[in-house]
């Protein structure tokens, strides 16, 4: 869901488990997402990418998922460590446009319970 | 943080001053780009540069200057004009080598007026 003030959604899972965070992406022309990590204190980190003539892309402990029906996008991290601890947000763009402006979601803050 | 490095980490400003946030990346990126992070919120644009010389305003670049003379800096300016600096500030640049377009943040500086 969206945040509101200085509340973000909040996503709290036992280390171990899996999790899986949700997007919903405003722009019917976007087809370009990322998703980012954000740990308290510092800059995104880029974690994995899809573009819209896919539905679903691997990384290394990380899926993403695409659904350009009801415009949603999801991130799903296997066996979630305490180390994954931080905000996560999704961004989306149209690929290859002249500006490259990002729209940034909110973000949900993923707590990891050892 | 890739190659893009933000300096300083914290600064602190009195009212009525102008203060200068540096950002540089050795990534041999066109685009480079501010954005504002306000608690529980997205990320804002602030400026964007596409090259060398030129730059655009974001969605609130009231208060802020920036200027683009090399490739590997982009300076911003939160100018005495801003009457709500206080905020974590964030540096991008843009890699869109083959198949990707994605930004890559620098660690962030944090702004307190005091």
């Known amino acids: 869901g969206e945040s509101v003030g200085l509340h973000l959604p909040t996503l709290s899972v036992q280390e171990g488990d899996n999790s899986i965070i949700n997007c919903a992406y405003s722009?019917?022309?976007?087809?370009?997402f990322i998703w980012y990590k954000q740990e308290s204190g510092k800059g995104p980190q880029f974690i994995i990418d899809?573009?819209?003539?896919?539905d679903k892309r691997q990384g290394q402990r990380v899926t993403v998922l695409l659904n350009k029906t009801v415009k949603h996008l999801s991130l799903q991290i296997a066996a979630t460590q305490p180390g994954d601890s931080a905000v996560y947000f999704c961004?989306?763009?149209?690929?290859?446009?002249?500006?490259?402006?990002?729209?940034f979601g909110k973000g949900t803050k993923l707590s990891v319970k050892p | 943080d890739g190659g893009i490095t933000q300096s300083p980490k914290y600064l602190f400003r009195k009212e009525g001053q102008n203060v200068t946030l540096s950002c540089e990346q050795n990534?041999?990126?066109?685009?480079m780009y501010w954005y504002r992070q306000d608690p529980g919120q997205g990320l804002r644009l602030i400026y964007y540069?596409?090259?060398?010389?030129?730059?655009q305003k974001g969605d609130i670049a009231e208060g802020y200057s920036v200027s683009r003379e090399k490739k590997e800096s982009f300076p911003l300016t939160v100018t005495s004009a801003q009457k709500n600096p206080t905020a974590f500030y964030l540096c991008?640049?843009?890699?869109?080598?083959?198949?990707?377009?994605?930004?890559?943040f620098g660690p962030g500086t944090r702004l307190t007026v005091l």
């Open positions: 991008a640049s843009r890699d869109s080598g083959e198949a990707k377009d994605t930004q890559y």
């Open positions: 722009n019917s022309a976007s087809d370009y």
């Open positions: 899809i573009r819209s003539n896919m």
């Open positions: 961004a989306e763009n149209i690929y290859g446009g002249s500006q490259g402006n990002l729209i």
């Open positions: 990534l041999n990126h066109d685009a």
């Open positions: 540069s596409q090259i060398v010389n030129d730059f």
